[in-house]
């Protein structure tokens, strides 16, 4: 009995300690994230103050910075750097006015709006076409990539680093006015060509393509017309300035990551920051960059070479610097000839199936690694499936959602009938424990011992309810998951006032769910969603068997009022699936304790 107490005690504890983190410390701090984040998207729509010009090449030193590249590095002032007295503009400026600095090509996709900078040929403005700030579709794009002279400049480039007998031949770098040679803005159907003359005797094109979704090609070409062989070795690098603002939230990564040689790494940008040197690493196949919760911007090198690759915090200025880079192997271009290198920058959100497609099509190592699926990706990954392609057949993820668990509860359907049965079973014996209660009084050993000798007689094992429920908990867990990290849940209408899945019910009854003029503190905002969790989670409660141990009944009394104001804080998709769980638990269970009372009627008395 005593066992039985603790064991029950130890999930209580746990489950409060996890949910009673989410609710005292995640929750305000997700709201405070929102908030900021709506505060952001506005100024991204408007404006974007400055920040430090020019960018770390791998296989160089930035002027004034003692970061290594990787090994073999050979240490050159980065191609077209400019000088460590570049200052940093004091005041913020427009974003549209920072973009109408340079020249530029437009980017017009499907799914990406932008332009690629003509002054040098970075990748450096994007926003994506079928997502917005908000769920309303008016709402501004989401912006992924932006310039130099943003507040925080997001950006991809390519180039060359020369070796020693091409030392003094100028490279394209930042600072490059290319040419475009081809016309029209680059869409899936029109790539653009961009070439750069060195004078002295190099000639260098980039002919950059994309696809219908988030895939770039950039391939690079460079034409020797010098009188002596050169060898020069490709790089791209994605960098970020200023520190992102993150969910912060345990279950998810977000920073810096990459398949290396199949494995996959992760690096937090504190971790980053604590780093005094870059993480080097050389690999054949696999990707790298940063992510966020739902974006992605990640450099795919050629799979079939090996490339050395470096992910790096600097301090510039005062402000943060993140990179993630790649140098390839030396080309060596003799007189009369010319060289290419082709590699990928993928741009864009993380829709599973997309990147599966790439996976798959392209041979990318792991891509869908992308998608943080966590510890249980046994059950993650095809939870997600089951749930996009019921959402895509009914229209609506949060009936998927419905559908999903009468699913889920079919399979567990033997588990929790054991469950059932046993919670039953206790039931029935309840008016027997009452009475040992009162024969034994405070004498604890015998009423225990009293107890287990009850449990015998009557073959009643008070454990067989406990497993179906531990089962369950990585279920739990692993839909949680997915309704948290996946893009397809994003802005997932359902009906009424549930605009988006992926959030907190948006309404509380301390306003009386609108009526009143009033908008509540964050601690307050206790939906209608999360109060019918609540009552099923305690009508549940009323017809399971009571706890003998009066403290232990009196925490489970406190557990559905405690769940309604944490679960608050939970994405609604969750809610409406632990709500309807419990009715359809609500539902078996009290048809099986029916059946068992009525067989105990008319069942004869034992002599």
């Known amino acids: ?76 002032p980065a191609p077209g750097a400019p000088a460590p007295t570049d200052a940093v503009p004091a005041a ?43 769920p309303d579709k008016s709402s501004p794009e989401v912006v992924l990539l932006s310039p130099v002279g943003t507040s925080q400049p997001y950006f991809a480039e390519f180039g060359w680093v020369p070796t020693a007998d091409a030392a003094g031949q100028p490279l394209p770098g930042p600072t490059t006015d290319w040419q475009p040679v081809s016309q029209g803005s680059l869409t899936p159907d029109n790539p653009v060509v961009l070439r750069w003359d060195n004078g002295q005797g190099l000639v260098f094109e980039r002919e950059i393509a994309i696809d219908r979704d988030y895939m770039f090609t950039v391939t690079q070409r460079v034409t020797n017309q010098s009188g002596q062989p050169v060898t020069l070795h ?10 992102p603002t993150t969910s912060g939230f345990f279950i998810l990564h977000e920073g810096a990551l990459g398949v290396f040689d199949g494995t996959l790494r992760e690096f937090d940008y504190s971790d980053l920051k604590d780093s005094s040197q870059p993480a080097t690493q ?3 196949g696999g990707w790298f960059g940063f992510t966020d919760k739902y974006w992605l911007v990640t450099l795919v090198p050629d799979q079939a070479s090996p490339v050395d690759v470096r992910v790096l915090h600097q301090d510039q200025g005062g402000q943060p610097l993140y990179q993630v880079d790649f140098r390839g192997q030396g080309l060596t271009v003799a007189p009369g000839a010319t060289a290419a290198s082709t590699h990928r920058l993928f741009a864009g959100a993380k829709i599973v199936r997309t990147l599966d497609a790439y996976e798959s099509e392209l041979g990318i ?26 959402g895509q057949a009914l229209g609506n993820f949060g009936i998927a959602i419905l559908v999903f668990t009468v699913l889920l509860r079919l399979a567990f359907f033997p588990l929790a009938n054991k469950q059932y049965k046993a919670f039953a079973k206790m039931k029935l014996l309840q008016p027997k424990m009452e009475e040992l209660r009162k024969r034994h009084g405070d004498d604890r050993q015998k009423l225990s011992m009293a107890t287990m000798e009850l449990y015998k007689q009557e073959k009643v094992n008070p454990l067989s309810g406990c497993l179906p429920i531990l089962l369950q908990i990585p279920v739990f867990f692993a839909l949680y998951k997915v309704l948290f990290v996946t893009i397809e849940m994003r802005h997932a209408p359902f009906y009424g006032w549930i605009t988006d899945l992926s959030a907190p019910d948006p309404t509380t009854v301390f306003n009386l769910f609108g009526l009143i003029p009033w908008s509540p503190p964050g601690f307050l905002m206790v939906g209608a969603l999360p109060l019918m969790m609540g009552f099923t989670m305690w009508l549940q409660q009323k017809i399971s068997p009571a706890n003998p141990d009066p403290i232990q009944q009196r925490i489970f009394m406190v557990l559905p009022f405690l769940f309604t104001y944490m679960m608050a804080a939970f994405p609604a998709g969750l809610v409406i699936y632990w709500t309807w769980s419990n009715l359809l638990a609500i539902a078996q269970q009290w048809y099986i304790m029916r059946r068992m009372g009525m067989a105990t009627k008319t069942a004869p008395k034992k002599a």
Not at 29 to 58: F, I
Request: no cysteine; glycine share 10%.
């Open 234 to 243: 490709p790089y791209g690098f994605v960098q970020r300035r200023g520190t």
């Open 1 to 76: 009995m005593t066992d039985q107490k603790n064991l029950i005690l130890a999930i209580v504890i746990s489950v409060a300690i996890l949910f009673g983190f989410n609710y005292f410390y995640e929750r305000p701090r997700q709201q405070a994230l929102e908030e900021y984040r709506q505060q952001q998207a506005a100024l991204q729509a408007e404006t974007a103050p400055a920040a430090v010009p020019g960018a770390t090449v791998p296989g160089s030193t930035v002027p004034g910075s003692t970061v290594p590249g990787p090994a073999g590095d050979i240490p050159v």
């Open 282 to 284: 050389t690999t054949t």
């Open 365 to 390: 190592t792991r891509f869908s690694y992308a998608v943080d699926w966590g510890w249980f990706y046994f059950l993650t990954k095809p939870f997600f499936y089951g749930l996009d392609l019921l």
């Open 92 to 134: 913020p400026r427009d974003r549209g006015a920072v973009l109408g600095d340079s020249q530029r090509v437009q980017v017009d996709t499907p799914r990406l709006h932008g332009s690629v900078n003509l002054r040098g040929g970075r990748i450096d403005d994007l926003t994506l076409a079928n997502y917005h700030v908000t």
